[in-house]
Structure formats: C-alpha cells, structure tokens
C-alpha cells in the first residue's frame, strides 16, 4: 500500500511538469507518444520501447478489427470496461482507484488525478506497465507478461519485434517504404493477386509478380525484422519480413540471398536481402520452371487470423513515392 501511494505522489508531481507539454495543439503524435512512453517508463522501469510496441500493436488491432472501437486518442491500447473496473464490479464505469482494485480490474491513476479513467491516456498506459510490473520489467519477464494477457504466441512475437525495432532505431516515424527492387532495373508488373495457381493444387495467386532478369537486387520495402528465410516448395528461396503495421511482407521465388542476412536481423527500406530468380515448384534447389520474377506477398494479421490482400495499390504508390523522393535529391 505505501508503496502504490508513493508511486501515485510521484506520478502526481511528474505529470505537472509534463502536462502543458503533452497537451499543445497540434503537436506531432509520435513526439505526444514518446513523452507518455518516456514518462511511465521512469515510474515503472518498464523499457519505452516495450510500451510503445503494445500500443502500436493494439492500434494495429483496432484499425482492422470490427469488434474494438477506433481510437481517438494519443494512444492505442484499449481495455474493455469490465477488464478495467473489473469482471464482477456491478458498476463498469467505476473511476474509484480503490474500488476497482477490490474488484481485480487493471485501472489505476497514472496521472495523480485520483481517478482511473479510461479516457485518460496517461491512465491507461501506467495500466499496462503497471499490470506487466507484476512480472518483471525485463526483456523474458515481460514476454511471459504479455502471453499471460494475450494468450497468443503471434502477439507476443509482433510484440517482441516492434520493441526490436524501436529500441534499434530510438524512434517512433518507421513509416517509410521502398519499391521492392530498383527503380532503374527492367522490370514490368501488374495486379495479379487472385489469379488461379494449378501447381500443388487449386489455389489462389496470393501476391504481385514483378518481373525482371536474373540477379536484380531484392530490397527490403520496410522498416522491419525477418521473420522466415529459407526454402519453401512453393516460393522457392523466400524471405518473410514483420514491419510495425503487423504487416508480413514475402519475398518469393529468389535466385539467392544477400551475405549476411539472417533470421532476426533488422531491416530498412532500401536493404538488399536478395536477387530476383526462379526458384520453387519442387524440393530445394529446383528452378527454372518459369521466368524469372519475384513474388511479392502482404499479409495482416489481426490478433486471431492471417490473411492476404492484394499489394499493387502499395506497390504503386511506393514507386511514386520514391520517385518523387529522387527528384528532390537532384
């Protein structure tokens, strides 16, 4: 008990120094974000990074979910009412900080208002460093923390990587994207995602081919951790990369892989993983039963499935982008 009062005097004065700050109009999200993040990691030593893959991964989740309500704040994380008042709190509007703990709801005060308020950002992100403190605010403590809220080895997986690549980068703007492979190579595409595919069985084309010769780099679209590389009867040679979005981007049918790349590593946009080849349809090795192109695959995962969905409209806009980008560096 002293010890949550303590910590509810420090977040009080902590929050008045940052509050004028966190509020101004117009200011830029992820720098209102790192401040939250920031903030509660100094009360509960739980790392920024951590806090902010959660909320990234919970505003992935409302964004292409119908069941969970967008969101309107500064943050993503959303807990339903009776997780945060409590199952067997006969008032699922409860803001009591006292009360909700006797009904073992996660809502705490983390702005020192003396209220737990779902409306209050600072509240509901010192709910969930608060929750994970109860494990350990280290890297395989948190992990076990966050499979016991989730109960999803993907989540906590997506989790883990979006941590990765915030710590490894030291920001939030990982929004960049690239064309697949180099704007000055010979190569030709167009929307081919759900065309019919006879080889292994009926199935449907779940990608965009984008043609070109032998050998033309294969580069990293995002900013992202490898997930996958290997051989795959189908992809041939193939590469599967997570970026912050939960998006999983596949990389198919590749003459080879660029030196070094591995399981785990981290890569931004423009990274070489590979060349354009023809590999797949048979056991490792085989190739050559088509021209050679590349594969080129976007899955979302929304916390409890994994599809596919057609990538020309990005790929088309990401040339564009880059496009511009080399015009303006002329």
């Not at 290997?230 to 590749?254: Q, S």
């Not at 929304?302 to 880059?322: C, I, M, T, V």
Request: glycine letters at 12%.
């Amino acid at each position: 008990m002293r010890a949550a009062l303590f910590i509810g005097a420090f977040l009080f004065c902590f929050n008045t120094a940052f509050t004028v700050q966190a509020k101004e109009p117009g200011a830029n999200p992820y720098q209102e974000r790192m401040l939250l993040y920031k903030k509660v990691e100094t009360v509960t030593q739980v790392p920024w990074y951590y806090l902010a893959a959660i909320d990234q991964y919970e505003r992935n989740m409302r964004s292409v979910r119908r069941d969970l309500p967008k969101p309107n704040g500064v943050l993503g994380i959303y807990f339903p009412k009776e997780v945060w008042a409590g199952p067997a709190n006969p008032n699922l509007l409860e803001e009591n900080p006292a009360i909700i703990q006797f009904f073992n709801g996660i809502g705490v005060d983390g702005n020192g208002d003396g209220k737990a308020s779902l409306n209050q950002d600072e509240d509901v992100l010192y709910a969930m460093a608060n929750y994970l403190t109860a494990y350990g605010v280290d890297h395989d403590n948190i992990k076990i923390g966050l499979w016991n809220y989730y109960k999803r080895d993907r989540t906590v997986g997506s989790i883990a990587t979006y941590a990765k690549l915030y710590r490894h980068f030291g920001r939030l703007d990982l929004d960049k994207r690239v064309f697949p492979v180099p704007l000055h190579s010979n190569h030709s595409y167009r929307s081919t995602w759900g065309d019919r595919r006879g080889w292994g069985g009926r199935r449907i084309h779940e990608g965009t081919d984008i043609f070109a010769g032998y050998g033309v780099p294969v580069r990293a679209t995002c900013y992202g951790v490898v997930e996958i590389k290997g051989w795959n009867k189908y992809g041939g040679w193939r590469i599967g990369i997570r970026d912050i979005n939960n998006t999983y981007h596949y990389f198919a049918h590749l003459s080879g892989f660029a030196k070094d790349i591995h399981v785990g590593q981290i890569v931004e946009p423009g990274t070489v993983i590979g060349g354009v080849g023809s590999t797949g349809y048979g056991p490792p090795g085989t190739s050559g039963k088509f021209p050679p192109h590349l594969h080129y695959g976007m899955y979302k995962d929304n916390g409890r499935l994994e599809w596919s969905f057609d990538p020309y409209p990005h790929l088309a806009r990401w040339k564009q982008l880059e496009r511009m980008e080399m015009r303006k560096k002329k």
